[in-house]
DNA sequence: AATTCGGGGAT
DNA sequence: ATCCCAGAATT
């Protein structure tokens, strides 16, 4: 579609955004690295939430150079209480991917971009339209509610054969000569008018939309309700000697891998103390005293009831180290990146706090 | 096709 | 409490 045959909702879209669109850094720009890397933050992500993000993680790695030769474990410090960790590893490994086999330069269409690790169909069209104008349309979570209200769709949003019908409608809507523009608008246009409480009171599409007429915009988007959290009870143990730290990078396949804490022991419920801890003799023996610990630490999926201990071990005791765990000090153990449940669990304990805080 | 990956803000 | 956020990878 060029301009001279808009569909009246484009025309709508991109007039609606020519005088509501917000001053968004990331918008200042088309070069592919920052646009990427903003597109990875905001996955999932609100706007207020990755924007400090953003500028953090750009100042550190100002170039995917940078990113590529940077140790991994600055990275994901950098992205710590970001959450969706996986996204800092797939970040590393795309620019060490680019920088090494694309000589630095991105990919510059969709399909080529959609390879790269961590990059779905989603920030595959958004780099491919913002930097290098490509009329792919972005569906994300915006699209599926306006399309959904504007045109009456009912299906299930939450069935991956949705994607498919969404997207076939908004590439019939979006201009060819002005598809980044369009994709900025439509999703901005989600975000602040068709907001999932809308505003249909000032919206300037509210007379040609199928919701609106039909009073359906609390009905639609369909979206079939997601199944309740699971309970899990973490027991921790802050196992200290001579201003050292017992703790362990979590590299299983479960939440939090490539971040550190201490000592865990996992139980199917609320907890005592118990007598043993997992590889561990006899740690149990020395001074233990419980300690304040987050009541439940609340994640998408899952509810982390949190009990913790502190076990301080006389200096001239031996304590074999078991396979993954390693003896930090405060210092290096502040340089790791580390789960909100266990930066809180700091937070909450004067003693910890003082310790792990310089 | 369904599940798993975080954390926070708005309601 | 519940929803949802500029989703992607895995099962």
Same mark, same amino acid.
């Given at each position: 579609?060029?301009?001279?045959?808009?569909?009246?909702?484009?025309?709508?879209?991109?007039?609606?955004?020519?005088?509501?669109?917000?001053?968004?850094?990331?918008?200042?720009?088309?070069?592919?690295?920052?646009?990427?890397?903003?597109?990875?933050?905001?996955?999932?992500?609100?706007?207020?939430?990755?924007?400090?993000?953003?500028?953090?993680?750009?100042?550190?790695?100002?170039?995917?150079?940078?990113?590529?030769?940077?140790?991994?474990?600055?990275?994901?410090?950098?992205?710590?209480?970001?959450?969706?960790?996986?996204?800092?590893?797939?970040?590393?490994?795309?620019?060490?991917?680019?920088?090494?086999?694309?000589?630095?330069?991105?990919?510059?269409?969709?399909?080529?971009?959609?390879?790269?690790?961590?990059?779905?169909?989603?920030?595959?069209?958004?780099?491919?339209?913002?930097?290098?104008?490509?009329?792919?349309?972005?569906?994300?979570?915006?699209?599926?509610?306006?399309?959904?209200?504007?045109?009456?769709?009912?299906?299930?949003?939450?069935?991956?054969?949705?994607?498919?019908?969404?997207?076939?409608?908004?590439?019939?809507?979006?201009?060819?000569?002005?598809?980044?523009?369009?994709?900025?608008?439509?999703?901005? !246009?989600?975000?602040?008018?068709?907001?999932?409480?809308? =505003? #249909? /009171?000032?919206?300037? +599409?509210? &007379?040609?939309?199928?919701?609106?007429?039909?009073?359906r915009t609390q009905l639609l988007p369909n979206k079939s309700k997601?199944?309740?959290?699971?309970?899990?009870?973490?027991?921790?143990?802050?196992?200290?000697?001579?201003?050292?730290?017992?703790?362990?990078?979590?590299?299983?396949?479960?939440?939090?891998?490539?971040?550190?804490?201490?000592?865990?022991?996992?139980?199917?419920?609320?907890?005592?103390?118990?007598?043993?801890?997992?590889?561990?003799?006899?740690l149990l023996t020395f001074p233990t005293t419980e300690l304040q610990?987050?009541?439940?630490?609340l994640l998408s999926h899952q509810r982390i009831f949190t009990r913790?201990?502190?076990?301080?071990?006389?200096?001239?005791?031996?304590?074999?180290?078991?396979?993954? !765990?390693?003896?930090?000090?405060?210092?290096?153990?502040? =340089? #790791? /990146?580390?789960?909100? +449940?266990? &930066?809180?669990?700091?937070?909450?304990?004067?003693?910890?706090?003082?310790?792990?805080?310089?």
């Amino acid at each position: 579609m060029t301009k001279d045959n808009l569909h009246p909702f484009s025309e709508a879209i991109l007039s609606w955004y020519s005088s509501n669109a917000r001053d968004l850094p990331w918008r200042q720009t088309q070069d592919p690295y920052v646009i990427w890397l903003s597109e990875i933050i905001l996955q999932q992500t609100r706007v207020a939430q990755g924007l400090p993000y953003f500028h953090k993680l750009l100042n550190t790695f100002p170039t995917i150079n940078h990113l590529a030769e940077a140790d991994e474990a600055l990275l994901f410090r950098n992205w710590q209480g970001l959450g969706y960790y996986s996204r800092a590893r797939n970040l590393h490994k795309t620019a060490k991917l680019i920088a090494q086999k694309y000589h630095g330069l991105f990919p510059q269409t969709y399909h080529e971009l959609v390879k790269l690790p961590g990059i779905g169909p989603y920030t595959a069209a958004a780099i491919a339209s913002f930097s290098f104008g490509e009329a792919v349309p972005v569906v994300d979570g915006n699209v599926f509610r306006i399309l959904a209200r504007y045109f009456g769709i009912e299906i299930d949003i939450m069935q991956s054969s949705a994607r498919k019908e969404f997207t076939e409608i908004a590439q019939q809507l979006i201009p060819t000569d002005y598809a980044a523009t369009f994709n900025q608008a439509i999703m901005e !246009f989600g975000s602040l008018q068709c907001s999932p409480v809308p =505003n #249909c /009171g000032t919206c300037p +599409l509210r &007379l040609s939309c199928v919701a609106f007429e039909t009073q359906r915009t609390q009905l639609l988007p369909n979206k079939s309700k997601s199944k309740a959290p699971r309970n899990r009870y973490f027991n921790y143990f802050i196992v200290v000697q001579r201003n050292k730290f017992l703790v362990r990078m979590r590299a299983d396949k479960d939440i939090w891998q490539g971040l550190w804490e201490f000592v865990q022991h996992e139980t199917l419920q609320v907890a005592e103390l118990p007598d043993a801890i997992g590889p561990f003799e006899n740690l149990l023996t020395f001074p233990t005293t419980e300690l304040q610990a987050p009541a439940k630490h609340l994640l998408s999926h899952q509810r982390i009831f949190t009990r913790a201990w502190l076990i301080q071990v006389p200096d001239n005791v031996n304590i074999p180290v078991p396979e993954n !765990f390693q003896w930090m000090d405060a210092q290096d153990f502040e =340089n #790791c /990146g580390k789960p909100v +449940l266990i &930066l809180n669990l700091i937070t909450d304990n004067l003693v910890l706090h003082e310790w792990l805080h310089e």
